[in-house]
């Protein structure tokens, strides 16, 4: 399959004026409105190559906004990948080591094995289980429309509807390489109040990806009290005053890559429907795989293609 060219549109801001923070962790800033009120902990560069985030966050920093109730926990996850981004090798800087959101269970984090991303998740999950509320911002491979990843349970996809975009939600639970930080803890049980969304912004390097983060950042501070949408404006995009009529994909499986070489039969961007239950969409070492039921929706195609990694993800829309 060809590689999809896509220019760098975004210019990665320089994040070092956040390194000291105040909390003692770096990269990690909490504001504390001293009044009551939720939690809310915004994170960006959970991979180090998904640049809208930072600037989501540099953009808040630099506009001097302040949380109108509870406190508000700015983090920038993986800013040793961060570093690393180079241009000219833009995916190279996604990770160090490995995947830091893959890591977020309690076996892992407690447990013996040693990397950059799972020194910094150990760092940080003290904030994480500190939060009431999480929204954290990602950009995707392909150009498609932005999906607000809200999990499966049902007050993430009330919260998800409450900031009201961007237009498609979708309802999947994450991956079998290992849990994602939106997963973790109170914010994957049904038991918890703590509530989390994951907004994958669009490509990363489109422009658009950096004003889609930054509205729905906006949007979901609004919805939480932590902001007035009057404090918002200033910062506000084309997409933070939309209301589009939102959609619901229900994610019924991923596909986990199981062999030594994985390939898809076309060359798939996200978001196709393909309407006959049996099409074939790859082969995992030969082995076929197709399409479990009509009009499934093909969510997220990977590029990178390993073993035990999720190829894809399958879904429907919800009517
Ligand atoms: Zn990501």
Not at 43 to 51: R, V
Not at 68 to 86: C, I, P, S, V
Not at 260 to 283: A, M, N, Q, S, W
């Amino acid at each position: 399959m060809p590689e999809p060219n896509y220019a760098i549109e975004l210019t990665p801001p320089d994040i070092e004026p956040y390194r000291s923070g105040n909390t003692g962790i770096d990269y990690v800033t909490t504001f504390d409105s001293g009044i009551a009120g939720p939690h809310v902990l915004v994170t960006a560069l959970t991979h180090g190559n998904e640049i809208c985030g930072a600037i989501a966050l540099d953009r808040f920093f630099r506009a001097g906004l302040r949380p109108r109730q509870g406190k508000l926990t700015l983090a920038f996850d993986n800013a040793a990948a961060y570093g690393n981004f180079d241009p000219r090798v833009p995916t190279a800087s996604r990770f160090v080591d490995e995947d830091f959101n893959r890591l977020w269970s309690p076996a892992t984090l407690d447990g013996a094995r040693q990397s950059t991303e799972l020194a910094r998740a150990r760092e940080l999950r003290a904030v994480v289980d500190a939060a009431d509320f999480l929204l954290d911002i990602h950009s995707m491979q392909y150009a498609t429309a932005p999906l607000m990843l809200a999990g499966t349970l049902e007050r993430s996809v009330a919260l998800a509807r409450q900031v009201g975009i961007p237009e498609l939600i979708m309802c999947d639970a994450g991956h079998a390489a290992g849990p994602r930080m939106r997963d973790y803890g109170g914010f994957g049980d049904p038991a918890s109040s703590q509530t989390a969304l994951l907004i994958e912004s669009g490509q990363h390097w489109e422009r658009r990806a950096a004003d889609v983060g930054t509205d729905v950042m906006l949007r979901f501070l609004v919805v939480l009290g932590a902001l007035r949408e009057d404090d918002a404006e200033p910062l506000a995009g084309p997409d933070f005053h939309s209301r589009p009529n939102q959609r619901i994909i229900q994610v019924t499986e991923a596909v986990t890559i199981t062999g030594e070489r994985f390939e898809f039969v076309e060359d798939y961007r996200g978001l196709e429907v393909v309407p006959r239950k049996g099409t074939l969409i790859g082969r995992d070492d030969g082995r076929e795989v197709r399409t479990p039921y009509d009009n499934c929706v093909l969510i997220m195609p990977s590029r990178r293609l390993a073993k035990g990694q999720t190829a894809v993800r399958l879904g429907r829309y919800a009517e």
